[in-house]
């Protein structure tokens, strides 16, 4: 059934401080939107329960990209167009603009932001598999200051994230110095656009005389948050390629990860995937 | 209730509505101009598929606070003259329209396509197009009418 548009209210302050004002004040909180392609889904479909939006769109103070030596801070306001446009993200951290380029469709790429992606929770997301491959940090914002942490660490459990309610994600930051790892990512769904995953894993990893020395692996829809799948590295850290590291890496992503039959797959499927997806990275090492 | 004021087709446009109404119902109801269509209503099918800024968006995703300032073109807005645009013209001779329910939003599609690609590999076409379904072509009549339309050189 559809919405009563009238019982709903929007503003969009036109900056960064006026907005997080507004998150401080208001005791019955405000939710964010940014480019409307999860919260305009819901409202479409008579199922907003949110009645007090506040507009992130097209802000400049969060529409941004900052490049510096070590790393590139991407503002949470960034669209997957505008990831898939920057040259520095296409050419040193692909994994993320392969990743842009699967979610949704060019029309949903032209609004949705790397910020909602992350903050809505999904663990099916397309955006987090590569930001937990990279290991990103984020930057949370509010009127009492700002504080950044491990991206690994911002999910605490279904759709539920270390954000304050008078907090916003100001931004993603992404290390530069990758030199020597080999990528991977693959997203398994019904077809590549416009679909939601059924699995993905995204991994970087480098070796040593045969060995690996780093590994980094992101996955979705394996738990119910996107996961690093931190046992699995574990198994291969040191460990060279071999048919016994690679059952013995399976099987440390089958203990790890929670899949789940839904509409889109089985819990069987899921694993068994994931489990052939890690393979087919580590025969590239 | 909000004051809203953006560009339609060329056109300012001033009109009162609530903040989270879709923009895509600002155009059929508060505009009648009803050549975007409500398909899904979430964002997949691409029926009501307009430009705004020069950027294709799913209207029925867009809350019109969003569009303020705005430039929008619908289809009505594609031809300007009473004659159709060269990507309507090619679409009409190689058969890439059917019922002409996501027929908006593929013309949109492919005019935001060719802006960026002037002469897009059928790779291209289908990754620009992939958010519009249709359930008559089979698309292929669909993308050859793109590459038509590519080969007339319609990118501005």
Known sequence: MRS??????LVAPKSLDAILQILADSPDR????????????????????????????????????????????????????????????????????????????IANQNRGT??????NGSPAADSPPALLAYDATVTLVSTRGSRTIPYRSFHLSYKKTVLAPDELLHSITLPRNLIGYKTYIRKVGTRNAQAISKVAIAA?????????????IGAASLRETPARLIATEQSLLNQTVTPATIAA???????????IDDIRSTAKYRAAVAANLLEEFLHTL | MTQI????????????APPMKRLLDVLREDLHLTGAKEGCGEGECGSCSVLMNG????????????????QITTIEGVAITEQLHPIQQCFLENGGAQCGICTPGMILATHHLLK????????????????????????????????AAALAGVAE
């Open chain 1, 4 to 9: 009563n548009i009238t019982q709903y209210e």
């Open chain 1, 30 to 105: 405000y939710t964010p939107i940014a480019g409307g392609t999860e919260l305009m889904v819901a409202l479409g479909a008579g199922r907003l329960q949110q009645k007090k939006l506040i507009s992130l769109w097209n802000l400049g103070e969060l529409r941004f990209f900052e490049v510096t030596p070590d790393a590139v801070h991407i503002g949470a306001g960034a669209t997957f167009t505008d990831i898939r446009n920057h040259p520095v993200i296409t050419s040193e951290l692909s994994l993320l603009s392969q990743a842009a380029s699967w979610t949704g469709s």
């Open chain 1, 114 to 119: 790397l910020g909602g992606n992350i903050v």
């Open chain 1, 204 to 216: 970087i990893a480098r070796t040593k005389h045969g060995a690996i020395e780093s590994i980094r």
């Open chain 1, 249 to 259: 890496a399976r099987s440390a992503l089958l203990s790890e990860t929670l899949p």
């Open chain 2, 5 to 16: 004021h953006f560009t339609v087709n060329g056109e300012s446009k001033a009109l009162e």
């Open chain 2, 55 to 70: 950027d294709l968006v799913n209207s029925c995703l867009v809350p019109i606070l969003q569009a303020e300032g705005a």
């Open chain 2, 116 to 147: 960026k690609y002037k002469d897009p590999s059928l790779l291209q076409i289908q990754e620009g197009l992939s958010g519009n379904l249709c359930r008559c072509t089979g698309y292929i009549r669909i993308f050859n009418a793109v590459q």
